[in-house]
C-alpha cells in the first residue's frame, strides 16, 4: 500500500516536470533536451557560486576555527533547503487536492503522510546537495582533506535533510492553520513572502561586509555559532577533527525531531486537512453594477485572478521588487558610479541612461506574468472558450495585465535612476523606451511559449509557476535577450558608438515586439482555439 | 436553430462521434442520452465551439459555428457537467463579468440577477467568494448566468447533477420558460425520467453512433424511454 502511495506521488512529479498536455503521452525528445539544459545551466550556476564561496574559506581549514567550514555548509544548506521547501511543504502536506479522497479510503494516516514526507525529503537532498556537493569538493581539493573527514561529510548530507523536513512540516503546518484562520491571508502570504525575499537580497549585497566581518572577527562569530546551533558545531567539529562523540550528537540532533514531529502530524493529520476554513460571511447589500466594455473586463478578471494567487504574483514579479531597489541601490553608491562614470569622457552621461536601461531590462525580463497565464486557465478554460469575444482580445487582455503591473514601476524607477546618476536626455528616453518595449516583449513573448508548451493537468497552481517549461523558458530567454547584445559589443561591434548602438538595440527589440505581436494575434489564436483545458 | 449535419469527430484512431446529423427547432426541447463516453459531451462541445471536428457541419440560426463563432456564441449559452468557473471572484463579481463580456446595459444585468438569484436562493451568498460554494451554489451559479444574457440556444451537459429537488424543480420551469419565448434546449442527462417528462424530442447515441432520434412518442411508442433505451443498448452491444 505504501508503495501504491509513494509511486503515485512519483508519477503526480515525473508528469509535473515532463508532461505537457492532457492528450500527449509525453514531452517531445527536443523539449526534453532543453529542459535539461536549462536545468544543469541553474545547478551549475549554483554550484559555481556556493564553490566560490567556500574557496573563500579555505585558509580557515588551517586555523582552529576549521570546524566553521563545515559548520557554514551545514548551516547554509540548512537555510537553503528551508526556505526553499517551506511553502511547497504546506501545499504538498496540507493543501493537496487528492487529500479527502485518499483519508476515505482505507489507507492509514501515516502512510499518506509518509508518501508525501518522502518526496518532501527528496526535495530537501536536491536543495543541499548544492551546498554539500561544492563544499566536499573544495574540501577534497583544500589539501586538508582526511579519509575520515570525507566520509562524515558524506553521512552528515545524508542526514541532515531530516532535521529540515521536521522543521518545515512544523512551520508548513503553523502556516496550514494561520491561513485557514486569516480572512486576509492573500496579503498576509505576500507580506512574508515579500520580507523574506528582501532580507534574503539584503543579505546578499552586504555578503560581502559579512564575510569580511566573519575572517576578521571568526573567534566571536564560530563562538555564537558553537552557543546557538549546536548541531552544526558539532557537524564541524566531527569532520574538522575526527570526533566521533560530536558525530553522534549530531545525527541524534537530525535523527530524533523528526519522530514526535512524524507521530504528531499523523496524529493530526486528518484534523487539520479537513478543517473547514472558518471565514465570516459577507453579507450581500444590493448596489448599483459597474459596467465595463468586454476588454476592461477581461482584464479585470485577469487581475483578480492574479492577486488571488501570492505565490504567482511573488514567483513572476521579481524584477518589479528588484527595479523597486534599484533607484535607492543607485542614490545610496552614488559616489561609487559617478566617479567611475566620469572616467568615459564626454559621452558619461549618455553611458549613465544606459547602464540604467540595461538595469531595467534585467528587471523587466524577470517579470513573468503572462508565461504560466495561459496553463493557470486549467479546467476553466471552457469558460473563456464560450465567450463571445475573439480570442485576440482574450490573449492581449493578458499581455495587458503583465504591462499594468510592470512599466508604472519601470518607468518610475528609470526615471530617479537616470536622475541619479546624471543621465542624458536623449539616454533618458532610450532607458524609458527600452523598459516598456521589454516589457512588452517579454509580455508577448511569456504567451507566445506558453502557448506552445500548456499545462492543464495540474493538482496545484504552485505546480504550474514554479515547475512548467514555459515559466523557465521565458525567464532565460528574456535573460539571453539582455546578455546576447551586451557580449556582441564588447567583443564585436565596440567601434560603434554606444548611445548608437543602443538605439539600435531599442529598434530590434521594437521590432521584435511587433513581430510577436503578429505572431500571437495569428498563429497564437489559432493556438488557444486548439487548446482543450 | 439548431442544425448539426454528419458531425464526425475523432480521437487518434477512436471516433468519438461519427455521422451525426440532429435538428433542434425553435421552441424544442432534446434530451441526449446515452451511455458514458458514448460522444455526448464532445458533440455539445463542438456545437458551442469549444472543440474543432474532422467534418460536417454545425449552423446556429443559420450561421456556421466554425465560420461566424462570435455571432452564434452571442446566441448561445453552455454549462458544463461540472461548474468550474472563476473561484477567485465573488457570485456577483462573477455575473457583472458574464454581463460585461455579453454587453448587458446596467438596468437589466441588476434585474435579470436579482431575479435569477432570488428564484435559486442564492442572493444571500452573492458577496462570497465563489471558493466558498458548495458543488450545488456553484451550479445555480452557472445556470443563472448561463440565462442571464437571455440565450436562444442553451446547451447543457447534465444540469442536474448536485441541484437540490427545488433548484431541479426551478431548472425545468426556467428551461419550459425559455422555449416559450422561441428558444431551443439542447441538454445531455442520465436521468431518463426527467427526459421523458420534460423533452419534446430524444436522441440516444452509443459508440459515437445516432442510434435513434425523434419525438419522444416516436422513440418510446409505448413503453418508457428507459425500456427503449435498454433494449437499444442491448441491440447495438
Known sequence: MLKALIRVRFASLFSSMFRTKKTEAGMSTGKKVLFGILWIYVIAVLLFVFGALFFAFVPMLATELNWFFFALAGLLAFFFSFIGSIFVTQS???????????????????????????LLLILNYVYEGLIFAPALFVYVLSGYATALGIILLIIAYLVLPLLTLSLSCLCGWLLAVISSRLRHKNIIQVVLMLVFFLGYFYFIQNSSDYLNSLIENGTAIAEAVEKAFPPFYFLGDAVANGNLLSFLWYFLFCLVPIIPVYWLLSRFFIRITTTKKGQKKIAYRRGELRVNSPMKALILRELRFFLSLPMYMMNSLVGVIFCILIPFFLISQ?????????????????????????????????????APSISLEGNRLWLLRSLPVPSKKILLAKAALHCLVCIPFLLISTLVGCIALGSSLLSTILAVLFACAMTVLIALLGLIIN?????????????????????????FGGMGILVVPVLLYVFVLNFL????????????????????????????????????? | MLSIQHLTKSYGSKKAVDDLSLTIRPGEIYAFIGHNGAGKTTTLKAVCGLL??????????????????LLCKQNLA??????????????????????????IPKGMREERIHRYSDLFELTG??????????????????IISALIHEPRLLIMDEPFVGLDPTASHLLKDLMRELCMKGGSIFFSTHVL??????????????????LRSGSMEEVKGDSSLEDVFLELEEDHA
Open chain 1, 92 to 118: 504538498q502536506l496540507f493543501d493537496a487536492t487528492d487529500n479527502e479522497l485518499l483519508l476515505s479510503m482505507p489507507i492509514p494516516t501515516y502512510y499518506i503522510l509518509l508518501s508525501r514526507m518522502l
Open chain 1, 334 to 370: 552614488q559616489e561609487t558610479f559617478l566617479p567611475f562614470l566620469s572616467l568615459i569622457g564626454p559621452s558619461a552621461a549618455d553611458a549613465a541612461g544606459i547602464l540604467v536601461a540595461v538595469m531595467m531590462i534585467f528587471c523587466a525580463s524577470t517579470n513573468i506574468v503572462t
Open chain 1, 451 to 475: 502557448l506552445h508548451m500548456p499545462k492543464f493537468d495540474w493538482l496545484n497552481e504552485t505546480t504550474c509557476v514554479k515547475q512548467s517549461g514555459s515559466v523557465m523558458l521565458t525567464m
Open chain 1, 497 to 533: 558608438p554606444l548611445i548608437v548602438y543602443a538605439y539600435l538595440c531599442l529598434a530590434l527589440c521594437v521590432a521584435g515586439c511587433v513581430f510577436s505581436y503578429f505572431y500571437l494575434t495569428h498563429k497564437g489564436v489559432v493556438l488557444f482555439e486548439r487548446l482543450q483545458g
Open chain 2, 52 to 69: 474543432h471536428f474532422d467534418s460536417g457541419e454545425i449552423l446556429i440560426d443559420g450561421h456556421s459555428i466554425e465560420k461566424e463563432p
Open chain 2, 78 to 103: 453552455y454549462i458544463p457537467d461540472n461548474p468550474d468557473i472563476y473561484t477567485f471572484l465573488s457570485g456577483i463579481k462573477y455575473l457583472n463579468f458574464i454581463c460585461d463580456v455579453y454587453g
Open chain 2, 125 to 142: 451568498d452573492l458577496a462570497q467568494p465563489i471558493s466558498a460554494y458548495s458543488h450545488g451554489m456553484r451550479q445555480k451559479l452557472a
Open chain 2, 193 to 210: 425520467e426527467v427526459a421523458e417528462k420534460l423533452c419534446d424530442k430524444v436522441a440516444i447515441i452509443k459508440q459515437g453512433r445516432l
